[in-house]
């Protein structure tokens, strides 16, 4: 009987090779067909590509453009209209480029004739001119793979070009393998083709496979690539395997649109104050197919690990404007935009962006939906709102989205300093409560002084250039929790926020260990909290960015220091940056491990951090993230990483309560031991 089952088992396993090879050789077969034999390999992967990227709508094709990559939640696509005039991106109907670029489009373009050959090469200034007979040739123009987003216009000869009279006799092929044009396409005159007089006769077949076209089309000259005045005798097949949307050969879309965003986004430079953060404006407007506005859409902002950057509503023009605050580390956040259930998410790339300006438009018949609960009738529906409740705020942004961000100030200013970085060190993050409007209602701080590496004394200040008064409430403890400085809450006007009001004092008192020394044991001094409650809403630029102007005051020399970027000597210099131009203040993101008491952060001898000279030296472009990467640990003073630091604040709450936790545990054990006692009884 097992022999029997086992020949019945091999029988199965041979049929089942067998008809597994037939569908091998029925999809290769069908990969000529669908995909064109002019690109074989690529014929022959493609049906087995199609199966690994199932989801049409997105790319995982990465550029330099900020435009990124779109999906819709209805599986639709997303096409995406680059007007910065940077980059060549894909994502499901993706594509950037708003310049004219002939180079951007490989074009093969050959021609052969008994022993005449005459070759353009791939679309690179290249050109041939004269007199060539071609009988019974193939003349054979490639464009494989090429992307056209936004407005692109050829105008006369491009590259890759062959001027003079032409005659061909024979087959005539022009195969488009893979491309996209989304925008507004125009061609006149010759690109990587044949221009001048010409003649064709035979068969003449274009193929364009897997393309897709979105907008205007426009191309004049003849069939394939020939530009001029030209003739064509025999029989003409064109075969298309792609989708076009627009007023040049249309067709049916292989996937819905689902919308279009058009991006005007601001690409350049910042000018380098040693920032390590960055705080980039957005403006985005939401229209519906009609390209009218709409109001309620909501916008979420998000970092690659979900930590939402900002939040809003789009106001009854179909506007949502704010800023974003993020380390220059950070290469990518996601924008997600929902209207009547309908989603769009938008992957944006913020290389070189100083200012996010987009335009939403669906392309889908949004839905009439019933409007969401929204109990305190500002306009943020309750699943969205921070505060249902409170009809003054609606989201809570906390920069940095997590953690901290550690300030380090140098002291002997106007002198420079001697660069080791921790004459006063605090840990910091702040929080913003916005209204539906995306306006600053109230701010809050929290200020941990950890270092002092200075026989000066210091104390610490915000100053908030706004136009309003507030309510300021402050707020000091111990690292321990016990209270310093019961909660205080008084009135302040627009001039004393102006001026700057005081977070910290002296800081002799502050700190109890330096916490700058070889072989010393971190202790974190004094913790200030505060909140400030505006009179009424502010412009969340009005503030300034993240830190704000936090600055310190000298006692012994009676001089502040800021923060570089904020003020200007006479001649137009950064007051704030030495002779050197070397700060006296820098913000780092995160716990960070700053140099040991004396030692230069830019001397090769006595650094931790190599990677800072170099970051300097490319003005911010690179090593952006040098505070990461220790080089030398015996340059640097041990800060716990912050998780270290709450398991430590444990510890030692732990060990200040010590007999009361014990007495826990023991009445937790005997319970335990009781319960475990009855169950044994009952089963006996």
């Given at each position: 009987?097992?022999?029997?089952?086992?020949?019945?088992?091999?029988?199965i396993?041979?049929?089942?090779?067998r008809?597994?090879?037939?569908i091998?050789?029925l999809?290769?077969?069908?990969?000529?067909?669908?995909?064109?034999?002019?690109?074989?390999?690529?014929?022959?992967?493609?049906?087995?590509?199609t199966?690994?990227?199932?989801?049409a709508g997105?790319?995982?094709?990465?550029?330099?453009?900020?435009?990124?990559?779109?999906?819709?939640?209805?599986?639709?696509?997303?096409?995406i209209?680059?007007?910065?005039?940077?980059g060549?991106?894909?994502?499901?109907?993706l594509l950037?480029?708003?310049?004219?670029?002939?180079?951007?489009?490989a074009?093969?373009?050959?021609?052969?004739?008994?022993n005449?050959?005459?070759?353009?090469?791939s679309?690179n200034n290249s050109?041939?001119?004269g007199s060539?007979s071609?009988?019974?040739?193939?003349?054979s123009?490639?464009?494989?793979?090429?992307?056209s987003?936004?407005?692109?216009?050829?105008?006369?000869?491009?590259s890759?070009?062959?001027?003079?009279s032409?005659?061909s006799?024979g087959?005539d092929?022009?195969?488009?393998?893979?491309?996209?044009?989304?925008?507004s396409?125009?061609?006149?005159?010759?690109?990587?083709?044949?221009?001048g007089?010409?003649?064709?006769?035979?068969?003449d077949?274009?193929?364009?496979?897997?393309?897709t076209?979105?907008?205007?089309n426009?191309?004049?000259g003849s069939?394939?690539?020939?530009?001029?005045?030209g003739s064509?005798?025999?029989?003409?097949?064109?075969?298309?395997?792609?989708?076009n949307?627009g007023?040049?050969?249309?067709?049916?879309?292989?996937?819905?649109?689902?919308?279009v965003?058009?991006v005007?986004?601001?690409i350049?430079?910042?000018?380098?104050?040693?920032?390590t953060?960055?705080t980039?404006?957005?403006?985005?407007?939401v229209t519906?197919?009609?390209?009218?506005?709409?109001?309620?859409?909501?916008v979420?902002?998000?970092?690659?690990?979900?930590h939402?950057?900002?939040?809003?509503?789009?106001?009854?023009?179909?506007?949502?404007?704010g800023?974003i605050t993020?380390?220059?580390a950070?290469?990518?956040?996601?924008l997600?935009?929902t209207?009547?259930?309908?989603?769009?998410?938008n992957v944006?790339n913020l290389?070189?962006v100083?200012?996010?300006?987009?335009?939403?438009?669906?392309?889908?018949?949004?839905?009439?939906?019933?409007?969401?609960?929204?109990t305190?009738k500002?306009g943020?529906?309750?699943?969205?709102?921070?505060?249902p409740?409170?009809?003054t705020?609606s989201?809570?942004?906390r920069?940095?989205?997590?953690?901290?961000?550690?300030?380090?100030?140098e002291?002997?200013?106007p002198?420079?300093?001697?660069?080791?970085?921790?004459?006063?060190?605090?840990?910091?993050?702040?929080?913003?409560?916005?209204n539906?409007?995306?306006?600053?209602i109230?701010l809050?701080g929290?200020?941990?002084h950890?270092?002092r590496?200075?026989g000066?004394k210091?104390?610490?200040?915000?100053?908030l250039?706004?136009?309003?008064?507030?309510t300021?409430s402050?707020?000091?403890?111990?690292?321990?929790?016990?209270?310093v400085?019961?909660?205080?809450?008084?009135?302040v006007s627009?001039?004393?926020?102006n001026?700057?009001i005081?977070i910290?004092?002296?800081?002799n008192?502050?700190?109890s260990?330096?916490?700058?020394?070889?072989?010393g044991?971190?202790?974190p001094?004094?913790i200030?909290?505060?909140?400030?409650?505006?009179?009424?809403?502010?412009?969340?630029?009005?503030?300034?960015?993240?830190?704000?102007d936090?600055?310190?005051?000298v006692i012994?020399?009676?001089k502040?220091?800021h923060f570089?970027g904020?003020?200007?000597?006479?001649?137009?210099?950064?007051?704030y940056?030495d002779?050197?131009?070397?700060?006296?203040?820098i913000?780092?993101?995160?716990?960070w491990?700053?140099p040991?008491?004396?030692?230069d952060i830019r001397?090769?001898a006595?650094t931790g951090?190599k990677e800072f000279?170099?970051?300097?030296?490319?003005n911010g472009?690179?090593?952006?993230d040098?505070?990461?990467h220790?080089?030398?640990?015996?340059k640097?003073?041990?800060?716990?990483?912050?998780?270290?630091?709450?398991?430590?604040?444990l510890?030692?709450?732990?060990?200040?309560?010590a007999?009361l936790?014990a007495?826990?545990?023991?009445?937790?054990g005997?319970?335990?031991a009781?319960?475990l006692k009855?169950?044994?009884?009952?089963q006996?």
């Amino acid at each position: 009987m097992n022999v029997e089952y086992s020949s019945s088992f091999i029988l199965i396993i041979k049929k089942g090779y067998r008809v597994m090879k037939k569908i091998l050789i029925l999809l290769i077969a069908l990969s000529f067909v669908v995909f064109g034999c002019s690109h074989k390999k690529k014929g022959i992967l493609l049906p087995f590509l199609t199966l690994l990227n199932q989801d049409a709508g997105a790319s995982t094709a990465k550029s330099e453009s900020s435009a990124g990559t779109a999906t819709a939640s209805n599986g639709g696509s997303v096409v995406i209209v680059d007007n910065t005039g940077r980059g060549n991106n894909s994502s499901g109907v993706l594509l950037p480029n708003n310049n004219s670029d002939s180079s951007s489009n490989a074009t093969t373009n050959s021609q052969t004739s008994g022993n005449n050959s005459s070759s353009a090469g791939s679309s690179n200034n290249s050109s041939s001119s004269g007199s060539n007979s071609n009988s019974g040739s193939n003349n054979s123009n490639s464009n494989s793979g090429s992307t056209s987003v936004g407005s692109n216009s050829d105008s006369g000869s491009s590259s890759g070009s062959n001027t003079g009279s032409s005659s061909s006799s024979g087959g005539d092929t022009n195969t488009n393998s893979g491309s996209t044009n989304v925008g507004s396409n125009s061609d006149s005159g010759s690109s990587g083709s044949n221009a001048g007089s010409g003649s064709s006769s035979g068969s003449d077949t274009s193929t364009n496979s897997g393309g897709t076209n979105v907008g205007s089309n426009s191309d004049s000259g003849s069939s394939g690539s020939n530009a001029g005045s030209g003739s064509s005798s025999g029989s003409d097949t064109s075969t298309g395997t792609g989708s076009n949307n627009g007023s040049s050969n249309p067709s049916t879309p292989s996937q819905e649109i689902t919308g279009v965003i058009t991006v005007n986004d601001q690409i350049g430079s910042i000018p380098f104050t040693y920032n390590t953060v960055q705080t980039i404006p957005l403006n985005l407007v939401v229209t519906d197919k009609q390209s009218k506005p709409i109001s309620g859409a909501t916008v979420i902002v998000s970092d690659n690990e979900g930590h939402i950057l900002f939040q809003g509503i789009s106001n009854n023009i179909g506007k949502v404007s704010g800023t974003i605050t993020v380390e220059t580390a950070l290469g990518q956040i996601t924008l997600e935009i929902t209207a009547a259930g309908e989603s769009i998410s938008n992957v944006i790339n913020l290389i070189n962006v100083v200012g996010i300006n987009r335009e939403i438009k669906y392309e889908v018949l949004l839905p009439v939906a019933a409007a969401p609960t929204d109990t305190d009738k500002d306009g943020v529906p309750d699943t969205l709102d921070t505060y249902p409740q409170d009809p003054t705020r609606s989201s809570l942004i906390r920069i940095p989205a997590e953690g901290v961000s550690t300030v380090a100030y140098e002291d002997l200013y106007p002198s420079a300093g001697d660069a080791d970085l921790n004459d006063y060190v605090l840990h910091i993050h702040n929080e913003e409560d916005l209204n539906a409007a995306g306006d600053v209602i109230r701010l809050r701080g929290t200020y941990q002084h950890v270092a002092r590496g200075a026989g000066y004394k210091h104390t610490f200040f915000l100053k908030l250039p706004v136009a309003v008064g507030a309510t300021f409430s402050r707020k000091v403890v111990r690292e321990d929790g016990k209270i310093v400085t019961d909660l205080t809450t008084k009135t302040v006007s627009s001039s004393d926020l102006n001026l700057g009001i005081q977070i910290h004092e002296e800081s002799n008192k502050t700190t109890s260990n330096p916490n700058v020394n070889p072989g010393g044991v971190y202790k974190p001094g004094y913790i200030a909290t505060i909140e400030i409650v505006f009179n009424s809403p502010v412009k969340k630029t009005a503030l300034g960015s993240y830190p704000y102007d936090i600055f310190i005051k000298v006692i012994n020399t009676g001089k502040e220091i800021h923060f570089p970027g904020l003020y200007k000597n006479a001649n137009g210099t950064d007051k704030y940056l030495d002779s050197n131009n070397f700060p006296w203040a820098i913000l780092v993101p995160g716990a960070w491990k700053y140099p040991y008491e004396g030692l230069d952060i830019r001397k090769d001898a006595q650094t931790g951090y190599k990677e800072f000279n170099l970051w300097v030296a490319s003005n911010g472009t690179s090593y952006k993230d040098w505070y990461k990467h220790i080089t030398n640990q015996a340059k640097v003073f041990p800060v716990p990483d912050e998780d270290s630091e709450l398991m430590g604040f444990l510890l030692r709450s732990m060990k200040k309560n010590a007999i009361l936790i014990a007495i826990l545990l023991i009445g937790a054990g005997a319970a335990v031991a009781y319960i475990l006692k009855r169950r044994t009884l009952s089963q006996a």
